[in-house]
């Protein structure tokens, strides 16, 4: 199931808030951009809903809020407690673990680069995106 640009923006926000109450301390828009290397205008186009964000940046978002990337799901969050999952890459393979993390590195143009090399050399893996 596909998650709308809205929708999606707005769990980015509970995911803060879920960090925020972590910490005890407010984690605001532009410090989550900071810790993601974008600029703030840019995390607001997601939050809103103009825009999808890739996902190497929304696993990076998973990791800084402590949630899990299943939470970014509409169907985990009709579960009471989705932010107590296990981390996100710990079910990937080592080699897709990697592929994350150096994609953390990527500027958004390279990341969108690499995701369409993905998809022209594995067209199957990609299907249930449609």
């Not at 996100?88 to 995701?115: D, H, M, N, V, Y």
Request: aromatic share 6%; with cysteine.
């Amino acid at each position: 199931m596909v998650v709308s640009k809205k929708n999606l923006g707005e769990l980015i926000k509970k995911a803060r808030s879920i960090k925020s109450q972590k910490t005890g301390e407010k984690y605001t828009q532009a410090m989550l951009a900071d810790d993601l290397g974008i600029s703030r205008s840019y995390l607001s186009d997601i939050e809103n809903g103009r825009t999808y964000p890739n996902y190497v940046l929304l696993n990076r978002i998973s990791q800084i809020c402590h949630v899990s990337l299943n939470f970014f799901s509409e169907q985990e969050n009709h579960r009471e407690n989705p932010e107590q999952d296990t981390p996100p890459l710990e079910s990937l393979t080592p080699e897709i673990r990697r592929i994350a993390r150096a994609g953390g590195k990527l500027s958004k143009e390279q990341a969108q680069t690499l995701l369409k090399v993905a998809q022209t050399l594995f067209p199957e893996a990609f299907h249930d995106e449609d």
